[in-house]
């Protein structure tokens, strides 16, 4: 990989790293436009997806091309896996799960330095498989 050009941290820019920070979870371009619009009304959503393209080529946030899903940024820029509800698109991070063997292993079998990882789970957030549950048993009463 090529070195990071680094660029200057601008006020919008900024503010853009701020509301990300301030997120709960991995927001989109567009759930971050609508959070810096509230700050900076005139900003443009092209300048918000400039500066997040910007923010992640230099290390400072992820940029998560998850399957499924639109993609989302996260400021932990530590190796770490995520899990995504495949009812509502929730993301959250997986706390634990040490991958180092397997490192390890793709280096000693094929040879590959490896320099970063991406692991994605998929399945029904708690609140998605309560309302699934919910669903089904109605249906299961209907019937009877």
Not at 20 to 25: C, E, S, V, Y
Not at 40 to 55: E, F, H, K, M, Q
Request: aromatic share 6%; charged share 30%; with cysteine.
């Amino acid at each position: 990989m090529g070195k990071k050009k680094f660029q200057r941290m601008t006020p919008q820019r900024k503010i853009i790293l701020e509301e990300l920070h301030n997120a709960r979870f991995h927001p989109t371009a567009d759930e971050i436009y609508e959070r810096v619009r509230r700050r900076l009304p005139r900003i443009s959503l092209g300048t918000v997806y400039r500066n997040l393209d910007a923010l992640a080529v230099q290390g400072i946030i992820q940029k998560l091309d998850l399957a499924g899903s639109q993609r989302r940024f996260d400021v932990n820029t530590e190796i770490h896996h995520h899990v995504r509800c495949v009812s509502c698109g929730a993301l959250e991070d997986v706390v634990v799960l040490p991958l180092y063997p397997v490192e390890k292993i793709l280096q000693d079998t094929h040879g590959f330095e490896i320099q970063g990882v991406r692991m994605e789970f998929s399945g029904l957030c708690p609140r998605c498989k309560e309302a699934k549950t919910t669903s089904q048993e109605k249906q299961s009463q209907n019937k009877h």
